[in-house]
C-alpha cells in the first residue's frame, strides 16, 4: 500500500482530494485529473443566484428623509424594504483626502453582522472631514466637501457622486440592492416584527394626519390593510422557501446556514466611464470585461489547479478593489467584505434624463454618454463601500493607500532574483546549486527549500537525514551575502509527537467545525488541523514559533513562505474549509473565508518582526491574500504552467495587482507545472526580470532547469537578463521607497502616466516601469521583432542597449531576436543603476552608481535616487538620502530631496551618460562645495551620447557638472 505522505508528494494542489479518499476508504491509488468543474459557477451559488435573478428597478428599497440625521462629517438615514418592513442604516461619510464611505446594516439584527474588524483590511478607522448640508427636501438631501457633492435621492434610492458638477460614482441605479436580513428557520418572527412595524407606522400616520383625512371608506382601507398584510407573509414565506436559503449541497458537501440567507449586494455604476480595471485575481486581461454572457467575476480564494487563461473563475486571492479611467479622471471603489463575492460588470449608457437635472453636461452634442455598470454581491457580512474620488491615477492610488497600508519598503534582497523549485533534494544539492550559480557567474540572492525539507510535513522542523545541520547551511549561503526561505503551511500534521499541533489543539486554538470540535481536513502531511488565524492570540502564539529556540536551526538569514494558505483542503469543498467552519467568537468561515491567508501571512511576518526585536525588515511571500496584504510581504499568481499564454497572462495579472495595491507581485519563471523549452524559458526570464518579484520555480516532476544547466547560448541570455536586473536594483528601490510614501505601484499600466491617451486603456501586453521604463516582453513562440507602442506626444523613447531614439504618441516595429528583451528610457527621465555585478545584492551596496540621463526633446530630465542600510528599519528614524537629479540647460545637479533624511554612505558617482546632446560639449566642469575641477567625457554623436567617466564625489554630496 502506497503512505500517504508518498501519495501526497506530487502537488497538484486540489486534486489530492480525489486521491486521498480513494486511499483511505479502498487503499488503492489512483490519479485523475481535475477541471472547472469542481468549483462553483454562479448558478450553483444560491445567493448568486437569487441575486442575479433580480431585474434591474426591482429593489424594494426607499429612503426615510423623516429619520435623516446629520453629522459634521456624515449623515444617517433609514431604509426601508416595502416588501418586509425590514429597516437599514445608511451611513454616509466624507472621508479625507477626496474619498467617501457608504455603509448599510441592519438597524435591529437578531445576531450582529459580521464586520471586518479595524486595524486588518483598514490600517486603522478612516480620517474623516467635514461635509456640508448643500440642499434638503423629503425627496432628497445634496451633501458636499471639497469639490464633490453626493446626492442621496428617497424613492427610487440612489446615492450619486458628482464632481465639478459631473456625475462619476452612483450607487444603485438601476435598483439592485438587495439585503438579505437574518432570521430564524420556521418561525413567524420575522414576519410578526414586519407586520407590527407597519401597523405601528400606520397607527402614527393616522394619528398625525389632519381632521377629515381618516377617510370615509374605512372599512374598504381596513379590507385592503389586510389584504396587504396578507401579501406580505406570502413574500416572506416565498423569500423563505427558495431552495438553498437554509442549507444547500454541493458535490456532497453540505453547508449548513443557521441564520440563514445573509448576502448583501447592490449596483455600482461609473456614468462616463468605459474600462475598469483590479479586483484581482483572476487570469484575464487587465481591462476588465463584461460578464452578460458569462460568470461574474469571482472573489473566493481557492487552490485551483492548472487554472484556465481568460476566465473569471476565482483563484488563490482577493482584492475587492475597482478603478475606472476615462480621459478626464481616475476613480475607484474598495468593497470592505471579506466574504465570497461575484461582481458583474456590463456596458451600458448613462441616464441624461436624470444627469441633465444635474447638470447640462450633453449639451452641444447628441452622442450617448458611456457608463459601466457593476452589481456587487457578498454571502454575507454588511455593505461598506469605500469611494475613491481621484481625480488622478496617483490620488486613487493614495486614497487606497490610506484605508489599507502601502508595500513596507522591503530588504533589497526581495528584490533581487531568488532560485526555487519543489524540491532541493537535500544538503549538498543546495551546496552545489549555489556553486554553479556562482561557476557561471549567475548573480542571485535567495535559494527556497519546499515542503520534503521538513519532517514529514511538519512546518519548524527539518529533515534529520536530508537536513541534518540546517544552520551551517544557511550561514555558508548566507556567507555571500545570500539568504534562505523554507516553506511553512497553516495546516498541520495530527501528530501528537508534533510540537506546533499538541501546543495549538491544547490551547483550543484550532479551527472549528460545525459542532465546535477542532476541524480534521486533508493536506500534505495527510490529516490535518488549522490554526484560527482570525484571532489574535492566535496570532501572536503563531509569531513565538519564529524565535530561534523554537525554530530550531533557524537563524537571521532564513525567511517564509506560506503557501496553501486559502486555505486549501484537499478534501474540503471546493479545495477549501466547509462554509460553516467556525473561528474567533462563533464567526462562520463564511463571513471571512478571504482573510484566512491575509492573517497567515501577517501572523508570520510578525514573527519575523519579533525574533529581530523589531529591527530587521521581513520577507513573506503569500499565495493567498486580501486587500491590505501588501503590508506584510510579497505574493505571486500560484500554480502557472510553462506554456506561451501563460507568460504572456502574467502581465495583465501583475498589472491588476499592481492597481490594487499588492505591488511586490510576480509569477513563477519558466511555469511551475511541464518544461518550458528553452526559447519559452529565456523569454520568461526576460520578461520577469523587469516585474517586481522576480523569482523561478518548478515543480517537483519537472526537469531541473536551472539557469546554468540551458545550452550555452540560452544560458549567456538569461545570465545577462538577471544581471539586467541587479543593474537596475538602484531603479527598483527607490520606486519601491514612493511606493511605501505614496502607494504609487512601480509597475503601472500605460494610462496612469497618459491618462488621456485612449490607445493605452486596454493594452496590457507593455507596461511601463515608474514612469521611466517601458517594457514590451516577447511571449510568443519564434517572435524575433514586436510591434511597440510608444506613448507621449512630442516625446522621445531610448532603447536602454542601444539608445537609439523612438518618437512618442506611435507604434513602431522593433526588432527583438532571443538576445533582446524591448526597453525603453523615457526622454526627460534619469534612472541610477550599478554596473558592477556581484553575487548578490548585498555585495553591491558599497559599489558606485551610473546614472542614465536621457534627454527630452527641450534638453532636460529629471530623477530621484533612494538610499539607506537596506535591511532595517533605521530609514524610518531618518537615517536614508534621498536624492533629486536634475538636467536642464547642460547643467546637470544632485541635490537633497528631503531635509529629514540623514544618511552616511560610502556609495559614489562612477559614470553618468547623458543621452541625446545635440552639440558636443568643450569642457565639463564638477563643481562641489564651491570647488571646481574638470571631467574627462567621450561624445558619440550617433545619438548624441556623452559619458562623465569618474566624477568620483559621494553620491550623498550636493553638485553639480556644468557642460559648456
Same mark, same amino acid.
Given at each position: 500500500m ?8 506530487d ?39 437569487r +441575486?442575479?435573478?433580480m431585474? *434591474?428597478?426591482?429593489s ?54 459580521y464586520e471586518? /474588524? ?36 428617497? @424613492? ?23 439585503f438579505? +436580513? ?8 420575522? !414576519?410578526? @416584527?414586519?407586520?407590527t412595524?407597519w ?18 371608506n374605512k ?6 390593510e @389586510? ?18 436559503? !437554509?442549507?444547500?449541497?454541493?458535490? =456532497?458537501?453540505?453547508d449548513?446556514k ?10 455600482? =455604476? ?6 475598469v ?18 460568470d ?14 481568460y476566465n ?33 460588470i ?11 437635472k ?7 452634442? =447628441?452622442?450617448?454618454?458611456?457608463q ?37 519598503? *522591503? ?5 533581487s532574483?531568488?532560485?526555487?523549485? !519543489? ?27 519546499d ?18 545541520? &540546517?544552520?551551517?547551511?544557511? %550561514? ?14 497553516? +495546516? ?6 508534533y ?12 479551527v ?12 500534505w502531511?495527510?490529516s490535518?488541523?488549522?490554526?484560527? $488565524? ?26 517564509? !513562505?506560506?503557501?496553501?494558505?486559502? &486555505? ?9 474549509? +466547509? ?5 474567533h ?8 473565508? %478571504? ?11 510578525e ?5 529581530s ?8 511571500l503569500?499565495r493567498?491574500f ?32 499592481n492597481?490594487?495595491?499588492?505591488t ?12 518550458p ?16 518579484? $522576480? ?7 519537472t ?9 550555452e ?16 536594483? /538602484? ?7 514612493d ?6 505601484? &512601480?509597475?503601472? *499600466? ?38 511597440v ?13 542601444? $539608445?537609439? &531614439?523612438?518618437?512618442?504618441?506611435q507604434?513602431?516595429y ?17 534612472? /541610477? ?16 552608481f ?12 529629471k ?32 541635490? =537633497?530631496?528631503?531635509?529629514f ?19 558636443? *560639449? ?14 574627462q ?12 567617466r ?15
Amino acid at each position: 500500500m502506497v503512505t500517504s505522505e508518498n501519495l501526497l508528494r506530487d502537488r497538484l494542489g486540489w486534486r489530492r482530494m480525489f486521491v486521498v479518499t480513494v486511499l483511505v476508504l479502498l487503499s488503492v491509488t489512483s490519479v485523475i485529473s481535475v477541471n472547472r468543474d469542481n468549483f462553483k459557477t454562479c448558478d450553483q451559488s444560491g445567493f448568486c443566484k437569487r +441575486h442575479r435573478a433580480m431585474q *434591474p428597478g426591482s429593489s424594494p428599497y426607499v429612503v426615510l428623509m423623516d429619520t435623516l440625521k446629520v453629522m459634521g462629517t456624515s449623515v444617517e438615514v433609514q431604509l426601508v424594504n416595502r416588501k418586509n418592513n425590514i429597516r437599514l442604516l445608511l451611513q454616509v461619510s466624507a472621508v479625507k483626502d477626496n474619498s467617501a464611505r457608504v455603509k448599510i446594516n441592519e438597524m435591529d439584527p437578531i445576531k450582529k453582522r459580521y464586520e471586518i /474588524p479595524v486595524g486588518d483590511a483598514l490600517v486603522g478607522e478612516p480620517k474623516l472631514q467635514d461635509m456640508k448640508v448643500l440642499d434638503r427636501s423629503d425627496k432628497s438631501i445634496t451633501l458636499g466637501f471639497e469639490d464633490n457633492k453626493i446626492l442621496i435621492s428617497s @424613492e427610487p434610492f440612489r446615492i450619486d457622486f458628482i464632481n465639478k458638477e459631473e456625475p462619476i460614482i452612483s450607487i444603485n441605479t438601476q435598483a439592485l440592492l438587495k439585503f438579505e +436580513h437574518y432570521r430564524k428557520k420556521d418561525s413567524p418572527q420575522g !414576519w410578526i @416584527e414586519g407586520v407590527t412595524s407597519w401597523f405601528s407606522d400606520r397607527f402614527r400616520a393616522e394619528e398625525q394626519a389632519p381632521p377629515g383625512e381618516e377617510g370615509e371608506n374605512k372599512e374598504d382601507e381596513e379590507k385592503k390593510e @389586510e389584504e396587504n398584510v396578507e401579501e406580505e407573509k406570502k413574500e416572506e414565506h416565498k423569500e423563505e422557501e427558495e431552495p438553498s436559503m !437554509w442549507e444547500e449541497t454541493y458535490k =456532497s458537501f453540505p453547508d449548513s446556514k443557521p441564520h440563514g440567507p445573509s448576502s448583501v449586494g447592490v449596483d455600482i =455604476s461609473f456614468p462616463g466611464f468605459e474600462h475598469v480595471y483590479g479586483i484581482p485575481e483572476h487570469a484575464d486581461s487587465m481591462a476588465l470585461k463584461t460578464t452578460k454572457s458569462t460568470d461574474p467575476y469571482r472573489l473566493f480564494n481557492l487552490d485551483v489547479f492548472e487554472y484556465e487563461l481568460y476566465n473569471p473563475m476565482a483563484l488563490y486571492g482577493s482584492v475587492p478593489v475597482m478603478l475606472a479611467h476615462n480621459e478626464k479622471r481616475t476613480v475607484g471603489i474598495f468593497w470592505h467584505n471579506a466574504a465570497e463575492t461575484w461582481i458583474d460588470i456590463s456596458s451600458n449608457t448613462a441616464d441624461k434624463n436624470f444627469f441633465s437635472k444635474i447638470a447640462d453636461i450633453v449639451k452641444g452634442g =447628441s452622442n450617448e454618454i458611456p457608463q459601466t455598470d457593476t452589481r456587487w454581491i457578498s454571502e454575507s457580512g454588511v455593505i461598506d463601500v469605500f469611494v475613491m474620488l481621484g481625480p488622478s491615477a496617483h490620488d486613487v492610488f493614495y486614497q487606497y493607500a490610506q484605508l489599507t497600508g502601502t508595500t513596507n519598503l *522591503p530588504p533589497l534582497f526581495a528584490v533581487s532574483y531568488h532560485q526555487c523549485r !519543489w524540491n532541493y533534494n537535500d544538503q549538498d544539492d543546495v551546496k552545489n546549486v549555489d556553486a554553479m550559480l556562482d561557476q557561471y557567474d549567475i548573480p542571485y540572492d535567495v535559494i527556497w527549500l519546499d515542503i520534503e525539507h521538513t519532517d514529514g510535513k511538519k512546518y519548524f522542523t527539518w529533515d534529520n537525514d536530508k537536513f541534518s545541520k &540546517p544552520e551551517e547551511m544557511i %550561514n555558508n549561503v548566507a556567507s555571500k551575502g545570500r539568504k534562505m526561505v523554507t516553506i511553512v503551511d497553516p +495546516h498541520l500534521k495530527r501528530d501528537d509527537n508534533y510540537q506546533e499541533y499538541r501546543e495549538a489543539r491544547d490551547k483550543g486554538y484550532m479551527v472549528k467545525n460545525k459542532d465546535g470540535n477542532d476541524y480534521d481536513g486533508w493536506c500534505w502531511p495527510g490529516s490535518s488541523s488549522w490554526p484560527d $488565524f482570525s484571532n489574535p492570540e492566535v496570532r501572536k502564539w503563531w509569531a513565538s514559533k519564529f524565535h530561534y529556540e523554537d525554530y530550531q536551526g533557524s537563524t537571521p538569514d532564513l525567511f517564509t !513562505w506560506n503557501d496553501m494558505n486559502e &486555505p486549501s483542503v484537499f478534501n474540503g469543498p471546493e479545495i477549501t474549509f +466547509h462554509k460553516d467552519v467556525l473561528h474567533h467568537e462563533g464567526i462562520e468561515n463564511r463571513d471571512l473565508h %478571504n482573510m484566512y491567508g491575509f492573517y497567515v501571512q501577517q501572523a508570520t511576518a510578525e514573527g519575523q518582526l519579533l525574533r529581530s526585536d523589531n529591527k530587521e525588515r521581513p520577507f513573506v511571500l503569500t499565495r493567498a491574500f486580501f486587500a491590505g496584504s501588501q503590508r506584510f510581504g510579497a505574493v505571486w499568481t500560484g500554480d502557472n504552467m510553462a506554456e506561451w499564454g501563460h507568460l504572456k497572462i502574467a502581465n495583465p495579472m501583475l498589472l491588476s495587482l499592481n492597481l490594487a495595491g499588492i505591488t511586490l507581485s510576480g509569477a513563477d519563471v519558466g511555469g511551475f507545472f511541464k518544461n518550458p523549452d528553452t526559447e519559452l524559458l529565456t523569454r520568461w526570464y526576460q520578461a520577469a526580470a523587469f516585474q517586481p518579484y $522576480f523569482r523561478a520555480h518548478a515543480h517537483i516532476d519537472t526537469k531541473r532547469r536551472e539557469p546554468y544547466l540551458q545550452p550555452e547560448e540560452n544560458m549567456k541570455i538569461i545570465r545577462n537578463a538577471i544581471r539586467a536586473r541587479y543593474s537596475y536594483l /538602484p531603479f527598483w528601490y527607490t520606486l519601491f521607497y514612493d511606493g511605501e510614501t505614496k502607494g504609487v505601484p &512601480p509597475m503601472r *499600466p500605460l494610462w496612469v502616466e497618459y491618462p488621456t491617451d485612449k490607445d493605452t486603456f486596454s493594452m496590457d501586453d507593455e507596461f511601463l516601469i515608474g514612469s521611466s521604463l517601458l517594457v514590451k516582453p516577447i511571449t510568443e513562440a519564434g517572435q524575433t521583432g514586436t510591434q511597440v507602442y510608444f506613448p507621449g506626444e512630442g516625446q522621445v523613447w531610448y532603447d536602454v542597449e542601444t $539608445f537609439r &531614439p523612438y518618437p512618442g504618441k506611435q507604434t513602431t516595429y522593433v526588432e527583438a531576436p532571443l538576445s533582446k528583451i524591448p526597453v525603453f528610457q523615457r526622454g526627460g527621465s534619469i534612472v /541610477p543603476r550599478k554596473l558592477r555585478i556581484r553575487r548578490s545584492s548585498s555585495l553591491m551596496v558599497h559599489d558606485p552608481f551610473t546614472l542614465i540621463v536621457c534627454l527630452d526633446r527641450k534638453g532636460a530630465a529629471k530623477g530621484s535616487l533612494y538610499i539607506d542600510d537596506y535591511h532595517t528599519f533605521n530609514y524610518r528614524q531618518g537615517e536614508y538620502l534621498l536624492r533629486d537629479f536634475s538636467f536642464d540647460q547642460n547643467e546637470f545637479r544632485s541635490q =537633497s530631496g528631503d531635509q529629514f533624511g540623514k544618511f552616511t554612505t560610502k556609495e559614489w558617482l562612477e559614470k553618468i551618460v547623458v543621452v541625446g546632446l545635440r552639440t558636443e *560639449p568643450t569642457k565639463a566642469v564638477l563643481k562641489v562645495k564651491g570647488e571646481e575641477s574638470s571631467l574627462q567625457w567621450e561624445y558619440n554623436s550617433q545619438y548624441g551620447q556623452l559619458i562623465i567617466r569618474k566624477p568620483g564625489v559621494n553620491i550623498a554630496s550636493d553638485f553639480s557638472i556644468k557642460l559648456t
